[in-house]
């Protein structure tokens, strides 16, 4: 029986809520990974594997997610895709791997080769699934080349300055988020570091965050009409300002030092608003101008066993993470750790 509910639309919000959950979960703990190199005491650098040691691999649970989903409610979508930005996917998948052995091998290492080997594969690993993450956002913002339902571009289409630049502001975003974290989980002087890390790089992220706004909508058409015309100015002008309050708080914070949580939230709600800004400008193209969530879409009764199963699913999936986060919650002691 036919609704008035549009199942797409719910699909396609079911899965950006599942990036953006994996984003700002797993953005932190690969943001430590790139932030490495400037703890270079050992001490110190356990300290920093030890604050997302408990739950790292949980965060990595909304890629699979949202991967997932996309081949699942819009298998046109992923069959295009993922041709036209395999070698970052590929680059994405293989830093995750070196990093989460080195999450366990570096804890054996017995020699100065070993321990140089894993470290450099954590922020190796960390660097390059950040910055790939963040090129694939790019690929899919300038858009993609189509023919007759498939990618008909070259296998170098990704690679260009408007990518760099999205891979480099997803790298510094996700250091802010780190450091931001690790103002949390520690004391001391890596806690008065990482305060002065953040201060840095929230300086740094907010110029990337303008260079990529103003950028984007100069991408197509459609983007500068929704970001400078009238009347859909008057829609999408909050974003911009509350970004820009959210800024303001951001300095006071990181400036006054009164709590170690409120940096973190106020990174997370600022991603959020990049997220929605994202939103704005594509909606509801899942490759720009070219192919609608509904013409990606399987068929109605395929989203409707999956969505029943994902409805079971998800409050599974939030129950444990808020569990990890809850039960491995406060400062982390120098001298403890979970290894």
């Known amino acids: 029986m036919e609704t008035g509910f549009d199942i797409t639309a719910a699909w396609a919000l079911i899965l950006a809520v599942a990036v953006y959950i994996y984003v700002v979960l797993d953005g932190f703990d690969l943001g430590i990974g790139i932030l490495y190199p400037l703890f270079p005491g050992k001490r110190d650098r356990d300290l920093l594997m030890n604050t997302v040691a408990p739950v790292w691999d949980g965060n990595e649970t ?15 979508a992923y069959a295009i895709l993922m041709p036209a930005v395999y070698p970052l996917v590929i680059a994405m998948l293989l830093g995750l791997v070196f990093r989460g052995v080195a999450f366990e091998f570096r804890w054996k290492a017995t020699g100065p080769f070993s321990n140089w080997l894993w470290d450099t594969a954590f922020f190796g690993g960390s660097f390059i699934a950040a910055m790939s993450q963040g090129m694939i956002l790019g690929a899919i913002l300038q858009g993609i080349e189509i023919a007759d339902r498939s990618y008909a571009g070259g296998w170098w289409d990704w690679l260009t300055p408007f990518t760099l630049l999205c891979g480099a502001a997803v790298v510094c975003g996700y250091m802010l988020l780190g450091a931001c974290w690790l103002n949390i989980k520690t004391s001391g002087d890596v806690q008065v570091e990482a305060r002065r890390l953040a ?12 260079a990529v706004s103003l950028w984007t909508p100069f991408l197509h058409p459609e983007y500068l009409g929704r970001w400078f015309a009238w009347p859909a100015i008057a829609v999408t002008a909050p974003v911009p300002i509350a970004v820009a309050l959210l800024i303001y708080a951001l300095a006071r914070s990181l400036t006054e030092g009164e709590s170690d949580w409120r940096p973190f939230l106020l990174v997370l709600a600022l991603f959020l608003l990049c997220f929605i800004g994202l939103g704005i400008s594509m909606w509801p193209w899942v490759i720009p101008t070219q192919l609608s969530i509904w013409d990606a879409a399987t068929a109605r009764k395929s989203q409707i066993f999956m969505l029943v199963g994902v409805l079971f699913i998800l409050p599974i999936i939030l129950g444990y993470t808020a569990y990890a986060y809850w039960v491995f919650r406060g400062k982390v002691d120098p001298d403890e750790g979970y290894h």
């Open 62 to 76: 909304w890629l699979v997610l949202g991967g997932g989903g996309l081949f699942a409610a819009f298998p046109l």
């Open 199 to 210: 201060r840095i790089l929230g300086i740094a992220t907010v110029g990337f965050i303008v």
